[in-house]
């Protein structure tokens, strides 16, 4: 989780493995741990976190390298994405600290 990214993002590589359908865009994205990179994005996407399912979400893509750098030199996981504020908004989303959880509220 990014709290601070505001769209939920893919890495580049795995645009098959999660079955997104991408087009270019002249947009481009920059993260913490590079500056501008180019994207790729995808519409009408089904997220399933869970119990939640979010449908019809954007999702931007972009090389993950340099995060995944970053990640590896702090001993902690590669990330295949990232899930951003439109996922936290749409979902009240609550992070705990203290137990390491995330709680989506689900619409009924």
Do not use: P
């Amino acid at each position: 989780m990014d709290t601070g990214a505001s769209h939920t993002c893919v890495a580049l590589d795995k645009e098959a493995y999660f079955k997104l359908n991408a087009r270019e865009t002249k947009q481009q994205a920059a993260s913490a741990s590079s500056n501008k990179m180019e994207t790729r994005y995808s519409q009408e996407n089904v997220v399933k976190i869970g119990a939640w399912e979010g449908q019809k979400l954007e999702i931007v893509l972009f090389d993950m390298t340099s995060v995944n750098i970053v990640m590896e030199q702090l001993n902690v996981n590669a990330v295949d994405g990232i899930l951003g504020a439109d996922v936290f908004e749409e979902t009240k989303a609550v992070l705990d600290y203290n137990r390491s959880g995330l709680y989506l509220k689900i619409k009924k």
